[in-house]
């Protein structure tokens, strides 16, 4: 046996012998907490210096930092259904939902909640979902569906959309709460409808200005994207949305701390409209320090809730962001004037909707006690291959075609192996891929949209192939393509065979 397949091998016997130490490690709870637009260098484990994140810190520290993890996009519909069904989002031409939009993942889809359902777990969803609900239009006065129910989630609480999009009202279980008969909900995203002010019409109602996409219905004082009327007892007040899901969130824990259970978190921070709560206002970054500073509370009452339960030893937390940092998209929170030396990006390039590094590389922590050693991972790592590393860590075989692109990456993950994917394609308005520390950005093939044009981030979209080498030159300011074809026609021609790849068994 060679050296090579030996090491695999003990890795194996190593990572099997964990898993059947007791029944109760055999199954670990699972938190999935994931934040919105939180770019790599946005929390101070990370390097930020306009903001502490004292609790994702404590992860970080105690757990297992990866410095090359990403998520599968630059934007968050795309990156969601990654993770959820283990599956490239551009085999379906996925992009960033409206809020009315039908559900993206169709009941019968393999999911990550489903397959975990199917191993014992009780599952659910606390936060922004933005993966559409129902078949077409949706009445927001009936039952919704389908929806997270559908795929696999035994209990959803969720924000539709985004917070920026209406209806702004929570849906639980596939109902509104708090809905009233005599005031039903009415959504338009065609059109001006019923007499409700806008930010257009009502500017002086405003908290934050907006731009004009934001300048719809007012409701709380922030105008969003689309009508809406009715449905005033529902609404939620921004302000308190991290009190709201984090007493959701932990009730769910409590509810089943005697069972394994699979908790996705999916936080409203640090996406606009930036609305902290008022006992995190009054950083010096403005908005968006104040609600990357309530992202970090957020966390720390779970992690403290778990320890309160003793959970905390048999759970697994991943901490991550579904796509990289923004500071102005659409709401004058003086992010930009505000941020001083701090670097959301860290030291690589772009961000939200870019296909720069920052696009999709984010802070991506593992932290399980007594399992995971404290340590740094410079391994490549792929969301998408959450699912089959949970399949593997639950003793649970995948369907044939169940998580095509989702590759078993579990002893990686929990720290017993420093080998990353060997290739991995990221996806903004074009495809990128990486191999080790060479990074191929395709040529653009379609114009680029008016909205992509008007946001600051550095898109990172040319005519001709880009080529950049990390290791010499993180912040991707030098194309190198030309003096490497052999290496560029190498990377393009894998990722054409990526693209051209039909569902099939996973990880065959």
């Not at 996409?213 to 302000?239: C, F, L, P």
């Not at 998580?403 to 720290?415: E, F, N, Q, R, W």
Request: glycine share 10%; hydrophobic share 40%; proline share 7%.
């Amino acid at each position: 046996m060679s050296i090579r397949r030996l090491f695999l091998w003990c890795l194996l016997i190593k990572s099997n012998v964990i898993f059947a130490q007791a029944p109760g490690v055999q199954k670990p709870n699972i938190v999935f907490i994931y934040v919105d637009d939180l770019g790599y260098g946005d929390v101070s484990c990370y390097g930020a210096t306009g903001v502490k994140t004292p609790n994702v810190d404590y992860l970080a520290g105690k757990g297992l930092k990866f410095t090359d993890a990403h998520c599968t996009a630059a934007t968050c519909t795309p990156s969601r259904f990654s993770l959820l069904t283990g599956t490239y989002a551009f085999r379906i031409n996925a992009a960033v939902l409206p809020g009315d939009a039908a559900m993206l993942i169709q009941p019968g889809t393999a999911t990550l909640p489903g397959m975990l359902q199917q191993a014992g777990y009780a599952t659910a969803v606390v936060g922004k979902w933005h993966l559409g609900l129902g078949g077409g239009a949706i009445d927001w006065n009936g039952t919704i569906s389908p929806g997270p129910n559908e795929i696999g989630f035994n209990y959803s609480f969720i924000i539709p959309a985004t917070t920026d999009r209406v209806p702004t009202v929570f849906v639980e279980n596939g109902r509104v709460p708090h809905l009233e008969s005599s005031d039903p909900i009415r959504v338009s995203y065609a059109g001006m409808m019923g007499d409700e002010p806008t930010g257009l019409s009502n500017p002086e109602l405003l908290k934050q200005k907006a731009d004009t996409q934001h300048s719809n219905t007012i409701v709380n004082g922030i105008s969003r994207i689309g009508y809406m009327t009715g449905g005033k007892k529902a609404r939620w007040i921004d302000e308190d949305m991290s009190l709201v899901l984090n007493e959701k969130a932990k009730a769910f824990i409590s509810a089943h701390k005697e069972q394994p259970f699979f908790l996705y978190y999916p936080f409203p921070n640090i996406h606009v409209p930036r609305t902290p709560n008022k006992k995190f206002v009054g950083g010096k970054m403005g908005a968006r320090g104040d609600v990357i500073a309530e992202m970090d509370w957020m966390t720390g009452e779970i992690i403290k809730h778990l320890d309160s339960l003793g959970l905390s030893k048999n759970t697994l937390i991943i901490f991550s962001s579904d796509n990289g940092p923004v500071l102005d998209d659409g709401y004058n929170d003086f992010a930009e004037a505000l941020v001083g030396g701090h670097k959301p990006g860290g030291i690589y390039r772009g961000g939200k909707y870019s296909a720069f590094e920052a696009g999709t590389r984010v802070p991506f922590i593992a932290y399980w006690p007594g399992v995971i050693k404290p340590g740094v991972s410079d391994a490549l790592f792929s969301q998408v291959d959450i699912f089959a590393s949970f399949a593997k860590l639950v003793n649970r075989g995948l369907p044939a075609g169940a998580a095509p692109d989702s590759k078993d990456m579990l002893a990686t993950l929990l720290g017993l192996s420093k080998k990353g994917r060997e290739y991995m394609p990221e996806e903004s308005y074009t495809l990128s891929l990486r191999k080790g520390n060479w990074k191929y950005i395709a040529p653009q093939e379609r114009p680029t949209p008016a909205w992509l044009k008007n946001k600051k981030t550095e898109n990172g979209l040319l005519p001709v192939p880009q080529l950049y080498n990390l290791k010499n030159d993180p912040g991707e300011r030098k194309n190198i393509a030309t003096q490497n074809p052999a290496i560029v026609k190498q990377l393009a021609a894998e990722l054409a065979r990526i693209r051209a790849q039909q569902v099939k068994e996973n990880n065959k």
